[in-house]
């Protein structure tokens, strides 16, 4: 991503770096329709800066966050850049609990789509139904609910339920979705929400077919000689930033 000649705010590059990009994520994710008024979440780590975050300012749409004004805060919930926004405690206490225990997560989000939500919602949760959900079976962690996330003792339990994968659905709740990357997250969301909506459409219509655990295994082993260079999501999400500047370019402001 290409660095501004000037910078609004007192920060590194890096960090101005990556406040584009997260808000840049935040446009891309209102024009897919996954916002949900002034509440979800989607933080990202501040590079070089430990225990430190970006996430949204809480009032504003996503429509509305550029890069000057996301909120860098620390796992303990301080501001760190002067910021007159209040942060959602309900964001806040979910994503800081995994950014103090994932090192490896870069970026999380956490949407209330219709389709997430009704797959989270159902018994079965997320089925071997259609190409979509094939690369999810066995990748996914499920948490009970337990009531709007701002108490910090649920945190062990989310991480628990979490494991080893990068998706975790809340029931009866939604998904959080984690990544290396804004890239491999945004992608990694993308793909759930196509698996969840066409799963959505099938149940409408009677019982699905499921795909055989053989096949299962073939589709999650061969997925990765269909992606194109520059890492996970990499170009889908350079291709949805050019898409987003065509709409509104104040995002990078």
Not at 72 to 80: A, F, P, R, S, W
Not at 82 to 102: C, D, E, I, M, W
Not at 115 to 125: I, K, L, R
Not at 180 to 196: I, Y
Request: net charge negative; aromatic share 10%; with cysteine.
């Amino acid at each position: 991503m290409a660095t501004p000649l000037h910078r609004p705010i007192e920060c590194s590059a890096e960090e101005w770096e990556a406040r584009q990009q997260l808000a840049a994520c935040y446009r891309i994710f209102d024009l897919l329709g996954w916002s949900e008024s002034i509440y979800n979440h989607i933080s990202l780590t501040v590079p070089g800066e430990e225990g430190a975050f970006l996430i949204n300012p809480f009032g504003l749409l996503y429509s509305e966050v550029c890069a000057s004004n996301l909120v860098k805060i620390d796992i303990d919930g301080n501001t760190l850049d002067g910021s007159a926004y209040p942060v959602n405690k309900a964001g806040f206490t979910q994503h800081a609990y995994f950014h103090r225990h994932l090192p490896q997560v870069k970026a999380i989000c956490h949407v209330h789509t219709t389709e997430t939500m009704a797959v989270s919602s159902y018994e079965h949760g997320l089925l071997p139904s259609n190409f979509y959900a094939c690369a999810f079976v066995g990748q996914i962690g499920y948490h009970d609910f337990e009531g709007v996330t701002v108490r910090g003792e649920e945190g062990e339990r989310l991480l628990a339920n979490l494991g080893q994968h990068k998706i975790l659905m809340l029931r009866n709740h939604g998904p959080v979705v984690m990544g290396k990357t804004v890239p491999e997250m945004f992608f990694t969301m993308w793909a759930l929400q196509r698996a969840c909506e066409i799963q959505c459409a099938t149940l409408a219509m009677g019982k699905p077919v499921l795909v055989p655990d053989e096949v299962l295994h073939v589709h999650q082993r061969d997925l990765s000689q269909v992606q194109l260079p520059g890492g996970p999501g990499a170009p889908d999400f350079a291709a949805w930033m050019r898409k987003v500047d065509r709409v509104d370019r104040s995002w990078r402001d």
